[in-house]
C-alpha cells in the first residue's frame, strides 16, 4: 500500500490499475454477486486464501476492494476491509479478536453508536467495557490494567471534537501490549495519521467526509501493521486458518485483516454494495479538496461567531485557547 505518490495522487488514483481492468479509465462498477473459477484448483485456492481473487460478494468484490486498497493507502495501512456501515466495521473489528470474558477501555468522548454497542450489545455477549475522560491521560494510567484486552479513542470525537494525546496513549499501549484502535471518522486522514502516532488499527465510517455526499453507508477496518498477537492473550488470532496452520502463522501481516474478511465478513454478512463502493471511490476523487475547503470555511466561522457578542462559547480546536 505504500508508493511515491502524493495524498491528492492518492486520492484520484489509488491503487488503481486500468490494464486489470479491461483497460478502463474509470472504476468500473462490478455490480455481481458471484464470480467464476477456472477449475475445482483455482476455486479451492481463491477460497483458502492461497490465492487473490473474487470468490463471492459476502467475502470480496473488486469495486469494494478498490475502495479498500485507496482507503488503507491514505492511512499509510498494510490493508483495509470495509464494511455496510462504520458500525459494522467496529462491531466485526472487535469480534475478530475479542471474546467473552474479555474487557475493552474507551475513551468517553466516542460516537454515540458506539457507546451504545459498548454499553449495550457486547456486554450480552461477554465483553465488558469501562471508560475513561478522553481528555485526562491521568484517568486513563489509572484505568489501564493486564485484564484490559483493547483501548478505543476517537480522535476530534463526535460531536464535541476533542483530541486526545494519541501519542501518550499508544505509548502507554505499546508498553503493556494492547492494541490501540482510534475512530478516525471526523479527522479524515486529511487532517491525521492515527498511524503516525502509534495507532495499530484505524476505523472509519465511511459515510461522511471520505464519500462527502451523504450517499451512502459504508466502514471500513484498517490495520497499521504494528500489532502482534499473542497467542495466551488472543487465542482467536491462532485459530487454524484454510489449511491447517494458523492465521498468524499463515498470513504474518495480513492475519488480522484476512480472518476479519473470511470469518466476520463471511459469517455475518456486513459487506459494503458494490454500488456503495463505486460512490464512495468517486467522492474519494475529490475527498483532498472538499477538506480544504470545509477546513477553510469551518476556521472562518469559528473566528466569526467567537467574537460575535451574542455567542458565550464556541467549540473549535483550532481557535486560541483551546484546549
Not at 498468524?248 to 455475518?268: C, D, I, P, S, V
Request: glycine residues 10%; charged residues 20%.
Amino acid at each position: 500500500m505504500k508508493n511515491n505518490y502524493g495524498f491528492g495522487t492518492n486520492c484520484v488514483h489509488g491503487n488503481y490499475d486500468p490494464y486489470q481492468h479491461h483497460h478502463s479509465r474509470a472504476v468500473p462498477l462490478y455490480q455481481s454477486a458471484a464470480f467464476v473459477y477456472d477449475d475445482v484448483d483455482h476455486a479451492a485456492d481463491l477460497f483458502s486464501f492461497d490465492r487473490e481473487g473474487s470468490v463471492y460478494m459476502r467475502i470480496d468484490n473488486p469495486t469494494v476492494r478498490e475502495a479498500e486498497d485507496r482507503l488503507a493507502m491514505l492511512e499509510k495501512g498494510v490493508g483495509a476491509v470495509c464494511f455496510a456501515s462504520g458500525m459494522a466495521a467496529a462491531t466485526g473489528f472487535i469480534l475478530n479478536f475479542l471474546k467473552a470474558g474479555d474487557k475493552i477501555l474507551s475513551g468517553n468522548a466516542v460516537y454515540g453508536g458506539v457507546t451504545g454497542l459498548f454499553s449495550d450489545t457486547l456486554p450480552n455477549l461477554g465483553i465488558a467495557t469501562e471508560f475513561f475522560d478522553s481528555g485526562d491521560l491521568g484517568d486513563f494510567k489509572r484505568k489501564i490494567g493486564k485484564d484490559v484486552k483493547l483501548v478505543w479513542i476517537e480522535n476530534l470525537a463526535n460531536p464535541s471534537l476533542l483530541v486526545p494525546d494519541l501519542q501518550a496513549i499508544s505509548d502507554v499501549c505499546k508498553e503493556m501490549k494492547i492494541p490501540l484502535a482510534v475512530d478516525n471518522t471526523i479527522a479524515t486522514p486529511w487532517l491525521c495519521n492515527p498511524a503516525d502516532w502509534g495507532a495499530d488499527f484505524v476505523i472509519h465510517s465511511c459515510t461522511k467526509y471520505l464519500e462527502g455526499h451523504g450517499c451512502i453507508l459504508g466502514g471500513a477496518v484498517i490495520d497499521c501493521g504494528t500489532f502482534e498477537f499473542d497467542r495466551a492473550r488472543y487465542p482467536l488470532m491462532h485459530e487454524a486458518a484454510p489449511g491447517g496452520k494458523s492465521y498468524a502463522e499463515k498470513f504474518g501481516k495480513k492475519a488480522f485483516l484476512t480472518r476479519l474478511r473470511g470469518k466476520l465478513l463471511m459469517n455475518t454478512g456486513g459487506v459494503m454494495a458494490p454500488f456503495h463502493a463505486f460512490l464512495l471511490i468517486h467522492g474519494m476523487e475529490s475527498f483532498h479538496l472538499r477538506m480544504e475547503r470545509h477546513c477553510a470555511n469551518a476556521a472562518a466561522l469559528a473566528k466569526f461567531l467567537s467574537e460575535h457578542p451574542l455567542v458565550e462559547w464556541v467549540c473549535y480546536p483550532a481557535l486560541e485557547g483551546h484546549r
